[in-house]
DNA sequence: GAATATATTAGAATGATTATAAATCAATAT
DNA sequence: ATATTGATTTATAATCATTCTAATATATTC
């Protein structure tokens, strides 16, 4: 399955005219296979082993170059680094404000959000970003152990 | 109307037994007047005449005052820098990815997603946030006269 | 009014991201 | 094969939003 990811993602990089480097292919693929949404960091980070010299800016410009073939979607947050997700099917995403894990949810995409929007602001709309925000299971156990 | 919203707003302080200080105060009143979802620095360039000596520590140290008293959002994106919303009712936002314009929208609060990724992930839901990106008219127009 | 707590200020520090310039690599034409 | 050209990577410096720190000022309590 992620190996058809792959597939896809590199397809539509050569029908883009994006040349596939060793060090793009190693990203794509540890943004593919980690759940985790990673940050530019750690991907950096976990690829320093097959690439000592890599550069970190490296990690960012073929991040940028993912991003405008669509195929990574850059989550920002204000204080924090952003993470970037590999893009899939419709599904959204549940953040925890205690350990800022992210957990994928799919739930059917939004469109009469983005139609009704559309029709009130005028706007030609291209996109719409949910995220929900709570506190997981471990979270809030031990939150429940610190009232102790 | 925005009257009664720096009213709500500065009773909101005081129960909370935040002190009301003059930078505060003009901090949000600029915050509801402004339909413009500003950011920190257009905060602390629009009170300069104001209070020539006021920091833009105080800008961000208030700001959070304000977000953790619940009166007020920060809109976060990767590239600039956050913007902060006075809360009021229902409302999200229609994003110009041309100009950045931010526009709001009313809609009714998505309970039900929130529910259905609460029983989905087993996460305590707090909030959502959802942003809808497009192209506004006045960018639109521009972009056709663009092409010729 | 003195003592104490809270806010503000000014400026330095942090940290994510981007820009720059040099070095390396790939592709194509010679 | 080799030279040429353009794209990519690297290393490092620069930028910019935001936070931290220490000193000063302001408000509140006794």
Excluded: W
């Excluded at 759940?35 to 530019?40: E, G, I, K, R, Y």
């Excluded at 490296?58 to 893009?87: I, M, P, Q, W």
Aim: with cysteine; proline share 3%; aromatic share 10%.
């Amino acid at each position: 399955m992620s190996e058809l990811h792959l597939k896809d993602a590199l397809d539509t990089l050569k029908t883009t005219g994006v040349r596939i480097t060793p060090q793009r292919h190693a990203i794509l693929e540890y943004l593919i296979e980690s759940m985790t949404h990673p940050t530019a960091d750690e991907i950096y980070k976990a690829l320093e082993g097959k690439f000592p010299n890599m550069s970190v800016a490296t990690v960012y410009n073929n991040l940028r170059v993912f991003r405008e073939a669509g195929l990574v979607k850059e989550l920002t947050y204000g204080d924090a680094a952003s993470r970037f997700d590999f893009v899939t099917n419709d599904h959204y995403h549940m953040i925890c404000q205690g350990c800022g894990k992210i957990v994928d949810f799919h739930y059917p995409g939004l469109n009469e959000v983005e139609q009704f929007a559309s029709h009130v602001t005028g706007f030609k709309v291209h996109s719409h970003r949910l995220e929900v925000y709570g506190t997981c299971q471990e979270c809030l156990e031990s939150a429940g152990k610190q009232v102790l």
